[in-house]
C-alpha cells in the first residue's frame, strides 16, 4: 500500500465523522495555523479585487527609472521596462485567483461525481474506470497542462478547462474511497429497498454525508491549481505578456538575476510561495479539525 493510498483513505474516513458547521469553525478559529493561513488568503483576495485602484498601472512604462532598485517612489523597484513591480505583483494576483479557484471548481465537481460512481456502482465499471484514472495519475500534471494548452489555446477558459480536467481523476480517486464506506450503510440500503434510483441515491443520500472529504480535496487542490498555472505561464504556456502575471514575470526577469536585479524575480517568487503556503495551512487545519486531530 503507497502513502497516496493512505492519504486518500484517510481522507475518505472524514465521512464517517461529520463535523457541524459551527464547531468548524470553532476549533478551526482556534488553531494559529488556519488563522495566519486565512489572513495571507484574504489580503490576496482583497489585492486582487481593491489593488489595481490602489497601485500604479502595471502596464505603464517610464523609460527613465528602468531596473530601479526599491525605493521610496517604487517599493518593489521597477523592472527591465520601468514598469512599477509592486503594481505587477498586486494586479498577478487577480489572474490566479480567478482561474485557480474556477479550475478547482470544476476539478471537484467532475471528480466528485465521477467518484461517487465508482464508488457505489463498484464492479466491472469501478475496475474499468479506475485502470483509465491510474494511467491517467501516472502522468505528470505540468505535462498533461502543457498538452491541453498547447491544443486548445492559453485563454483564461482553456486553462481553467485543462487544470480542471488534469485534477478530475484525482479528486475522484478520494471521493471514491469514501463512498466505499458509505454504501454499505443503513440508510443507503433503505434508500434501495424504498426504490430510489441510483442517482438519488448517490446525490441525496451519499453526497451529503462525503463532504468533509470533498470539501479537504477542495482546498487541497487549490494549492496545486495555484502552481500548475503559475508553472505553466513561467513556462510560457499560460497567461501571457504583458498581462501581469508571477510566472511569466518570474520567466522574463530570471535571467537578469545575476547581474544584481533581484527584486524583480524575489517578490513575484514570495507571493506565489504565500498564497500556496496559505492555502496549504488552510487544508491541513481542515483536515485535522475533520479528523479530530488535537482541539
Known amino acids: ?72 517612489a517604487h517599493l518593489f523597484g521597477t523592472d527591465q521596462l520601468g514598469r512599477d513591480v509592486l503594481a505587477r505583483v498586486i494586479a498577478g494576483a487577480r489572474p490566479v485567483l480567478i482561474v485557480a479557484p474556477l479550475a478547482t471548481l470544476i476539478g471537484t465537481v467532475a471528480g466528485s461525481a465521477l467518484g461517487l ?28 497542462g502543457i498538452l491541453g494548452v498547447v491544443a486548445l489555446g492559453g485563454s483564461d477558459l482553456t486553462l481553467i478547462a485543462v487544470i480542471g480536467i488534469v485534477f478530475t481523476p484525482l479528486i475522484a480517486r478520494t471521493v471514491r474511497a469514501a463512498v466505499l464506506q458509505e454504501r454499505e450503510l443503513e440508510y443507503v440500503q433503505a434508500a434501495r429497498l424504498r426504490g430510489e434510483r441510483a442517482p438519488y441515491v448517490m446525490f441525496a443520500e451519499i453526497l451529503p454525508n462525503v463532504l468533509a472529504p470533498i470539501g479537504v480535496e477542495f482546498t487541497v487542490r487549490l494549492g496545486y491549481a495555484v502552481f500548475t498555472l503559475v508553472s505553466l505561464s513561467f513556462l510560457g504556456f499560460g497567461l501571457q505578456p504583458p498581462t501581469p502575471n508571477w510566472g511569466s514575470d518570474i520567466a522574463a526577469n530570471f535571467g537578469l538575476v545575476l547581474a544584481g536585479y533581484w527584486w524583480e524575480v524575489l517578490f ?28
Not at 493561513?37 to 486582487?48: N, T
Not at 485502470?131 to 501516472?138: Q, S
Not at 510561495?273 to 475533520?290: K, P, Y
Open 268 to 295: 513575484d517568487a514570495l507571493a506565489i510561495a504565500s498564497l500556496v503556503i496559505a492555502v496549504n495551512l488552510i487544508a491541513s487545519s481542515i483536515e485535522s479539525v475533520l479528523a479530530g486531530d488535537g482541539q
Open 117 to 144: 460512481a465508482m464508488g457505489y456502482f463498484g464492479g466491472i465499471f469501478d475496475d474499468v474506470v479506475g485502470r483509465f484514472v491510474e494511467a491517467f495519475m501516472a502522468l505528470p500534471l505540468v505535462v498533461v
Open 1 to 72: 500500500m503507497t502513502v497516496e493510498t493512505v492519504a486518500v483513505e484517510d481522507r475518505g474516513a472524514l465521512a464517517a465523522t461529520p463535523v457541524p458547521p459551527q464547531a468548524l469553525a470553532r476549533s478551526l478559529a482556534r488553531r494559529p495555523a488556519f488563522v495566519i493561513g486565512a489572513a495571507i488568503l484574504a489580503f490576496w483576495i482583497l489585492a486582487a479585487i481593491f489593488g489595481p485602484l490602489i497601485v500604479h498601472d502595471p502596464l505603464a512604462q517610464n523609460l527613465g527609472a528602468i531596473n530601479r532598485a526599491p525605493s521610496s
